[in-house]
DNA sequence: GTTGCGAATTAGAATTATTCTAATTGGGTG
DNA sequence: CACCCAATTAGAATAATTCTAATTCGCAAC
């Protein structure tokens, strides 16, 4: 049994047309690269690196280069499709889950994303004074995940 | 009237004695770059990165190389002295506020602590499954601070 | 007081993620 | 088809940090 943020990837991630049309709606000009690099995202939901991504996108883009993917990957973040997770100084990791979430890193170096309720991020806030214009908020833990 | 860590801050940041004290204390051999460096990072409580701090210990260790404060910063790092604080890809910034806090990131560039009242860490490592080994809790909060 | 030791410091080279530059490509419009 | 301009590309440049290998330092043993 899958939750509705997996089902909407998956149709997503399956219809290289809406993917297009997804762009689209956010501002975004739908080049074969830049939906060959969010499809990609798209797909395996884990929080890789420009140089996986470069990796993961080779495969149907042959002719991608380095420079391209890191033009992508910069107009999505800039057009909110995808989120850019920075931890400590580890080069930055790239996330397509748009739901508020935050992060945890694992010491072995794997990235889980960590449902908020919806009233977190408000205490949060509440935690600045009213005249901070807040535009982002940041959750990161460190630590140890089991195993599994 | 001042609060108890700026009164702490204080009398250390004034007695040599007491910063080798306190080195000692945690476990950090008190050469003098490592009290110089520790006690610059007490007197300004800014986010200074390594370059403002080489800048800054020059005067009082003018054969300080950079390399040495790097050193001494990662040592103070590693014995939980002082915390490093990254935004993005910018410079690692360092905070000598051991109290539990957050770091609003200004549009411009400053870095403020944000205090955390007690329950809000334990309400944020609750979001955890309980078999995950949290190490480190971080907030960061990006935006616009009044420019007061 | 000198010597010996290991840790710390140092200058400079190396690393590496990312950005920049300048040339080329290419999809859509007239 | 030709034009335009944004996007792409390869490779060079940048810059924070780490590494290397040599030197210095503080201190204890003798
Ligand atoms: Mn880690
Ligand atoms: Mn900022
Ligand atoms: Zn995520
Ligand atoms: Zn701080």
């Not at 809406?18 to 689209?24: G, H, K, M, Q, S």
């Not at 850019?84 to 508020?100: G, H, S, W």
Request: hydrophobic share 35%; aromatic share 6%; proline share 6%.
């Amino acid at each position: 049994m899958q939750g509705l943020i997996d089902l909407m990837a998956e149709t997503s991630t399956q219809n290289p047309e809406r993917i297009a049309e997804v762009l689209a709606d956010h501002g975004v000009r739908p080049t074969s690269q830049r939906e060959t690099v969010y499809s990609s995202l798209l797909q395996k939901r884990d929080h890789p690196t420009a140089d996986e991504v470069f990796a993961r996108v080779r495969e149907k883009a042959p002719t991608i280069s380095l420079a391209t993917v890191y033009n992508c990957l910069d107009v999505l973040v800039q057009h909110n499709l995808v989120k850019a997770v920075n931890f400590e100084r580890a080069p930055t990791q790239y996330c397509a889950n748009l739901a508020p979430h935050a992060h945890f890193h694992d010491e072995e170096g794997r990235t889980l994303d960590i449902d908020m309720p919806a009233g977190m991020f408000e205490q949060l806030r509440g935690l600045l004074p009213q005249n901070f214009d807040v535009k982002d908020i940041e959750v990161n833990f460190h630590g140890r995940a089991p195993k599994s």
